[in-house]
């Protein structure tokens, strides 16, 4: 006896013409048991919650910035990520990741760890501070070993 299997287009494994009916496999129909487990998971996979739990549970992905820390090990990993501001262009940045918690580093930060490097290769932290806002965002970068 050939084991056959007969999908639809959806993949369901169900014979043409007898969507909704049971699942055929092998020359024989499965037990209804089978067609109940899809529903089941497909019912699992579209239920949401309330607003309210929605609500509660939600945690805003918020990057912060490295100037929220008062050191950096600069042999951190340097990971890329994406973007969009409000007009919904897409843009890029970089992030360190400690502790599975996102900070930003600017160009200008990495610039002003290379001049440091180039007078004290032997550097492993250092700290930021920023000051200003927006487009006037400034940032100091200093050795602490």
Do not use: W
């Not at 109940?36 to 609500?55: N, P, S, V």
């Not at 951190?76 to 919904?88: A, C, H, S, W, Y």
């Not at 160009?107 to 004290?120: C, R, W």
Request: hydrophobic residues 30%; glycine residues 8%; negative net charge.
């Amino acid at each position: 006896m050939t084991n056959t299997h007969e999908t639809t287009c959806n993949g369901m494994g169900e014979e043409p013409g007898r969507e909704g009916e049971q699942i055929y496999s092998g020359g024989e129909y499965m037990p209804d048991i089978v067609e109940d487990y899809f529903l089941m998971i497909k019912e699992e996979q579209t239920k949401m919650g309330t607003i309210r739990e929605e609500a509660l549970a939600y945690e805003p992905q918020l990057t912060s910035n490295v100037a929220d820390l008062d050191d950096i090990p600069i042999n951190l990993d340097i990971q890329p990520r994406e973007g969009k501001n409000k007009e919904g262009e897409v843009f890029h940045y970089k992030v360190v990741v400690i502790e599975g918690k996102e900070y930003r580093i600017t160009s200008s930060v990495l610039e002003e760890i290379q001049t440091i490097l180039k007078l004290k290769p032997t550097v492993t932290k250092v700290n930021v501070t920023k000051s200003g806002s927006g487009l006037a965002t400034r940032y100091k970068v200093e050795a602490l070993d």
